[in-house]
């Protein structure tokens, strides 16, 4: 995995719970990325979800229900939220060029921002954000110190990326509803012998 991106998720049904997550991406093909993320860049770093991104072209040819999981990243590229620490300016514009327009489906399997010392409970949907005033200054300010990253200098060097108008179906928070994922307990089916009752 290549690409390291930083940028920030909120769960689908709370944007009061919002995590920095550090993402460690291969691109498999022209069309889609695969990312773990972790809540931070250091050795010690704890795997907390995955990301799924794929094109515009492949999000368009999803089934409705399928869009509502995934959040579009014309925000997140072009308002300078979203960072590659380390990269020369110029390339990191080139890189958010190309993700302005793809989509990403994010599950977090540890909620670090409760204080959970394990990955307990099922997974969230998370989801990326769309506008200013929505990320928690004090979350921005944080990583940008630490990380020596700047959301205003990014957003002033990506000024001339055009932003692109998500497409319907992502963004479904939007709505004021959305999808996330409850337990519930289910008959097994094609038991096998020997199995217990």
Not at 104 to 118: I, N
Not at 159 to 172: F, H, K, L, R, T
Request: with cysteine.
């Amino acid at each position: 995995m290549d690409l390291y991106l930083n940028g920030f998720h909120f769960y689908a049904d709370d944007m009061g719970r919002q995590v920095e997550a550090h993402h460690f991406c291969t691109h498999l093909t022209e069309d889609f990325h695969q990312c773990t993320i972790f809540d931070s860049n250091e050795a010690n770093a704890r795997l907390i979800g995955i990301e799924y991104i794929i094109s515009e072209r492949l999000f368009l040819t999803l089934p409705e229900d399928e869009k509502r999981l995934w959040h579009s990243h014309h925000y997140e590229t072009t308002s300078g939220e979203l960072v590659m620490p380390g990269i020369p300016e110029a390339v990191e514009t080139v890189a958010m060029r190309q993700l302005a327009g793809t989509y990403g489906k994010t599950w977090h399997t540890w909620q670090v921002d409760r204080g959970d010392t394990l990955p307990l409970g099922i997974p969230q949907l998370m989801m990326g954000f769309t506008a200013d005033g929505q990320l928690e200054q004090r979350l921005a300010d944080e990583r940008d110190r630490r990380l020596g990253t700047s959301i205003a200098e990014s957003r002033k060097a990506r000024a001339d990326i055009p932003v692109p108008q998500p497409a319907p179906g992502a963004n479904s928070w939007q709505s004021g509803q959305s999808p996330q994922l409850t337990l519930q307990t289910v008959p097994l089916r094609n038991r096998r012998p020997g199995g217990t009752p």
